[in-house]
């Protein structure tokens, strides 16, 4: 089974700082997702990455697919408080269209505090 | 626009009592539906998934159950609770295999 592995598992930054949160598979991604969560809440969903060397942005975070689609990273530029969270990286195990209907195995996720 | 809920948002239960705990979606139909734990607030683990009426997949053996009654409805539910069945319970959909969007959570207290 496909097992992900998120570092580091807690991260203090100041406000202003960047920072990168990495997210490795043991096996080859077929999707990856990035899903952000306050505590006591519901996952927020990022971005989603499916080719290899695949980049997006949104607002001032980054994530990155490596080219042999085996690792991610969560690149936040100028951490701000409302930064602050857990962040989680989600990923499917086969083609979409395979036996998997979809289901994904998740990291154990990145706690980010910014201090202001 | 979809949006999906869960019910109740907190819950507090003795041993050996039993569950039942409600997710709903709307603005979407034949949704995938997913149920997973989170415990100690970090990764979480799949419990059950459905791809529709009444066709439940379970991940993990275990002291629960899930029933698809309606489209947009998926439930969780024990016979008897354990303590280990403590923790954070998240519903997902996804439009077939496409990304999961989760719900606010049930936290579920079993003393």
Not at chain 2, 52 to 65: C, F, K
Request: glycine residues 12%.
């Amino acid at each position: 089974s496909q097992e992900l592995e998120q570092s580091p598992q807690s991260l203090i930054v100041q406000e202003g700082k960047n920072l990168t949160i990495n997210c490795t598979s043991s096996k080859t991604l077929y999707g990856l997702y990035w899903y952000k969560q306050k505590y006591g809440e519901g996952l927020i969903f990022l971005m989603m990455l499916q080719k290899g060397g695949e980049e997006k942005s949104h607002e001032k975070i980054t994530a990155k697919l490596d080219e042999k689609k085996q690792q991610s990273s969560l690149h936040i530029t100028a951490s701000q408080p409302s930064h602050a969270g857990i962040y989680l990286c989600g990923a499917a195990g086969e083609p979409a269209g395979g036996t998997s209907y979809g289901k994904l195995t998740f990291g154990q996720g990145t706690i980010l505090t910014v201090h202001p | 626009s979809q949006t999906i809920h869960q019910w109740p948002a907190t819950l507090v239960q003795p041993v050996g009592s039993p569950l039942s705990l409600e997710c709903t979606v709307e603005g979407t139909s034949n949704p995938n539906l997913y149920w997973y734990r989170q415990a100690a607030g970090r990764g979480l683990q799949l419990l059950f998934y459905s791809v529709g009426i009444g066709q439940i997949s379970s991940e993990v053996p275990q002291n629960l159950s899930a029933s698809r009654p309606q489209d947009r409805q998926f439930i969780l539910s024990s016979k008897k609770l354990l303590l280990s069945d403590s923790g954070f319970y998240l519903c997902a959909w996804a439009p077939g295999v496409g990304t999961q969007y989760f719900g606010p959570g049930t936290r579920l207290l079993v003393l």
